[in-house]
């Protein structure tokens, strides 16, 4: 596609349920990121794909949240157990390849998900 | 660990001023910068990107600026108009294979007609 693609826009769920946020980056960019944002505070690092494989998972907050790339396109951030605390928008940004590029970082719209 | 600041963290000014966002960083080992503009409920869009080896990057009426040594970026917007209204992010890459990008928190611009 032409941008970044992210869906739901929008997703409530109830506290302990399983939630699956998709990415799709544009087409051709090998970098691939997640982050969260609270209100009113920045985006907050959540993990970095390179390619199919996680290059950088420092930011994820624990062993609930898991993130996939399996054929190095569409990123799946999977949340298990969901948390009132994990209420946040959940972005993501696609990114060519650093060798070949300047290094854009273009996001899309965001995941907003709320856990009552 | 690369820390990034973003001072004030809200203005408030009259259309028509010029104006500086800053944007500091504790690594200067970085590999660019990029400025951000976010829209209230909406995802964010680049405006400017500067690489390690650049001093600045023009768009139209914004300027940014980099100086690694002071680990300090600026954005500078020129007779600034209510449709600049928006929270402005700075993130920096930093220069390693892989490597992740630390965002500020972000200028909450507020342009009064």
């Known amino acids: ?116 | 660990k690369q820390e990034v600041t973003q001072i004030p963290a809200a203005l408030s000014v009259p259309e028509g001023e010029n104006l500086v966002l800053n944007c500091s960083f504790t690594d200067s080992a970085i590999y660019n910068l990029q400025w951000f503009r976010q829209d209230p409920g909406k995802g964010l869009t680049s405006l400017l990107l500067i690489q390690s080896s650049q001093r600045e990057q023009t768009s139209g009426r914004l300027n940014a600026s980099l100086d690694k040594s002071s680990g300090r970026s600026t954005l500078y917007i020129a007779a600034s108009q209510p449709g600049d209204s928006a929270t402005y992010l700075c993130a920096v890459k930093r220069r390693s294979s892989a490597s992740k990008i630390i965002f500020g928190s972000g200028t909450r611009l507020s342009i009064r007609p």
């Open chain 1, 1 to 116: 596609g032409a941008g970044v693609s992210q869906t739901p826009s929008n997703k409530v769920t109830e506290k302990g349920k399983y939630v699956e946020l998709r990415c799709d980056p544009i087409s051709g960019h090998t970098a691939l990121y997640w982050y969260r944002q609270s209100l009113g505070q920045g985006p907050e690092f959540l993990i970095y794909f390179q390619g199919t494989g996680a290059a950088d998972d420092s930011g994820l907050p624990n062993d609930r949240f898991f993130a996939v790339r399996p054929e190095g396109s569409v990123s799946t951030l999977k949340i298990q157990r969901t948390e009132r605390g994990d209420s946040a928008v959940y972005l993501c940004a696609s990114s060519a390849d650093r060798a070949l590029n300047t290094g854009e970082l273009f996001f899309g719209e965001g995941s907003r998900l709320t856990v009552l």
